[in-house]
């Protein structure tokens, strides 16, 4: 089937969809991004990634391009048009195109900038293999720029980090920095040592996950001890169980890292316990 995908106020089959090859997006990662998830035909948080998204777009002196009711009715149509159950909707906002290339931003009186919207098919997002089996993670070095809190779409060292666990025979890495786990390449990490949650605290070194803030909440609600300190890939080695957290892959609960067994090598109950009560939250709010 042909994706209706929206670009610059048009909705178009993906087939017919363009932008400006001198758009920034494509030429200097110059854009911000956001994936939100959609479970039972409906937009999970909906709220907390506009509000992320004008975070990030405010941080990088960016223009929203449109309210953001006008981006709720976009993905709305998007995931009505393109029939999505579950699913997610990837959205772009670049700086745009000035009809050059140049390092200076061009002027945003004059520059609009650039959105993208289009929709990915996930027939079994919620109820996937990958969750049932758990992940298996490798350690790598943090080498990205300074400013993870924005969520911006330089993906190339997560990306390589996704293929350097491929070819290690893992699913996905957990990045170091000083000797201290930052987050994964596209999730926020966590591992659970005699019942404590530990993840790192929020800066500017990881994202901001709206995964994580849900979860976060939904541990305290339901009595479990949670602590936010910097911690090392040791200790996440000898936990009692792990998971990652992101608006693709919910609550992932994750069973060896860096060869080292967790647990029985099962998903553990604290990561089954979350991904559970997050998703039916998740259900139960989406809009
Ligand atoms: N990634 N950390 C990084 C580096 C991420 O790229 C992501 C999300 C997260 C989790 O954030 P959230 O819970 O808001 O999805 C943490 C998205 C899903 C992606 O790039 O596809």
Redesign the pocket.
Known sequence: MTRTVYVNGEYLPETEAKISIFDRGFLMADAVYE?TSVLGGKLVDFEGHAVRLERSLNELGMNAPCTKEELLEIHRKLVEENEIDEGLVYLQVTRGSDGDRDFVFPDPETTQPGLVLFTQNKPNLADSEASKKGAKIISIEDIRWGR?DIKTTQLLY?SMGKMMAKAAGADDAWMIEDGHVT??????AYFVKNGTIVTRPLSKD??H????AAVMRLAEEAQLKVEERLFTIDEAKEADEAFT????AFVMPVIEIDGATLGDGTPGPIAKQLREIYLDEARKKAI
């Open positions: 994936v993870r997560p987050e994964g390449t596209s999730n926020n990881i994202l996950g709206i995964t994580r957290t992101s608006a693709s």
